[in-house]
């Protein structure tokens, strides 16, 4: 099941970025799919974690980029990516005491917007740094 497309709107004109992005849409694609085949909370949150996971990944990956450009929006960029690991701190603990419907449509509708929301504003902004400084 499909919550979210990748297509050439989402790039950030770096490869190896929106490889990671793709990445991404799938580990939500495959979250969405277990939540909606009512899964048990065990294997959802293996999925989350995974997710979790991928982006502590990526999020490294572009803050490294960050300081080797000396980029002059980092401050406000990395602070977005601090807010967004608390909330997915929150959700974990919250998993076990909300009921799965409320928490899953929570937890789906913050991921689209935030993900969505962070490519499409936040990491365009680096494009054209990172591109003149001959990272494509
Ligand atoms: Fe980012």
Redesign the pocket.
Known sequence: MTLLVWTSKNSVGVKELDAHHQKIFSLLNSLYSSIAKADTKETSKNVLQELINYAQYH?AA?EKYFDQFNYDQKDE?QSQ?RQYEQKMAQFIKDIETTPDFVFSYKLLDFLEDWWLG?IGH??KKYTQCFNSHGLF
């Open positions: 999020f572009e960029h990516h962070h936040e990491d």
